[in-house]
């Protein structure tokens, strides 16, 4: 039997028709599917399957993405119950981490990050909030940057790290735009400003650490069949009280993934991903462990057989 690192995507990942092999394929993907909706009042089949606008929009794209993300799992776990060394989820992710090892019901984990959606959106409202992907830079040429910028009176911090030479900025839209110049006279292959209207994983989202906080109480239970790496500190934890302290500061520290798979890929043989390919793509430029993904009846197939 393969040692495996469980991993989960994040905001990104989300795609029209995703999850829908799942369901045309399994009772078990379809009742999950109902039981969300439910839940929350959203309609997860129109929201997943059909031509809409609400899929781009955070507090929509948030439990989308953990949903299938959970049925995901799901379905390989009914197949194949295999306790992982670890799991690491990107941002969004480490949500979805929380309810494969056991701290957090699906139901629970689909309401929770619809609320994390709203209070991100209601955080970065009137700041002209946005994101910005750096290719070709390393980590310390951003961090100064960034911090030479913000002496300068811009908000802009160094917000996902994500690769070697791939790097997320974050902060007010303004500020990004005006930097693109010296990104690239720093040597950034590109400097891309993203379709989006929060800026995640900054300062600018302190006004949802704490309403955050308090769901993280009600909704967490201290059941963790495997250790989850925090992207705060890309360390390991096991506990309720560790996942309370560190979940909110991910909203205003950046997403330490690179460091958590070079840090920890020794550990494991392979790496699987589940409902999404993306991390499978970072991965590639960090590690030479495979990653599975699984995404639909066909690459669950695959993930199976090469764990086994």
């Given at each position: ?7 989960f ?5 989300q ?6 092999d ?25 929201l ?5 606008d ?8 948030q439990?989308a993405?953990?949903?299938v ?6 379905l ?8 992982p ?16 090892v056991?701290?957090?019901?699906y139901?629970?984990g689909?309401?929770?990050v619809?609320q ?5 959106k ?5 700041k ?5 992907a750096?290719?070709g ?6 961090e100064?940057l ?20 791939q ?7 303004a500020?990004?735009?005006a930097m693109?110049s ?5 040597g950034?292959?590109?400097a ?8 995640s994983?900054c300062?600018?989202?302190q ?16 059941s ?13 934890y ?7 302290a ?16 070079e ?6 043989d ?10 499978k793509?970072?991965n590639r ?7 599975h993904?699984?995404?639909d009846m ?5 993930a199976i057989?090469?764990?086994?």
């Amino acid at each position: 039997m393969q040692k495996a690192a469980f991993i989960f995507p994040g905001q990104g990942s989300q795609a029209i028709g995703m999850g829908k092999d799942f369901y045309d394929n399994s009772e078990i993907a379809k009742e999950m599917i109902d039981n969300a909706s439910d839940a929350t009042g959203i309609d997860f089949k129109a929201l997943l399957f059909e031509e809409n606008d609400k899929l781009e929009q955070t507090e929509y794209t948030q439990p989308a993405i953990l949903l299938v993300s959970a049925i995901a799992h799901k379905l390989f776990e009914n197949s194949e119950n295999i306790k992982p060394q670890f799991a690491l989820g990107h941002s969004l992710g480490e949500f979805s981490t929380l309810v494969s090892v056991g701290a957090l019901d699906y139901v629970d984990g689909v309401k929770l990050v619809h609320q994390r959606g709203k209070l991100m959106k209601e955080a970065c409202e009137g700041k002209d909030a946005g994101m910005m992907a750096l290719i070709g830079l390393d980590d310390e040429t951003v961090e100064k940057l960034t911090e030479e910028a913000r002496k300068e009176g811009k908000e802009v911090w160094a917000a996902n790290y994500n690769s070697n030479g791939q790097i997320v900025a974050a902060g007010k839209k303004a500020d990004l735009a005006a930097m693109e110049s010296v990104f690239k006279e720093a040597g950034a292959k590109r400097a891309l400003l993203l379709n989006m209207s929060v800026a995640s994983h900054c300062p600018l989202l302190q006004s949802a650490v704490e309403p955050l906080k308090a769901s993280l109480q009600e909704s967490l239970q201290d059941s963790f069949i495997a250790p989850v790496v925090s992207n705060v500190t890309a360390e390991k934890y096991n506990t309720k009280a560790q996942a309370i302290a560190l979940l909110p500061e991910q909203l205003i520290k950046p997403v330490l993934y690179k460091h958590s798979i070079e840090k920890f890929a020794d550990d494991v043989d392979l790496f699987i991903e589940f409902g999404g390919n993306v991390l499978k793509g970072l991965n590639r430029r960090t590690t030479k462990k495979p990653t599975h993904p699984v995404t639909d009846m066909a690459s669950l197939e695959a993930a199976i057989e090469a764990i086994i």
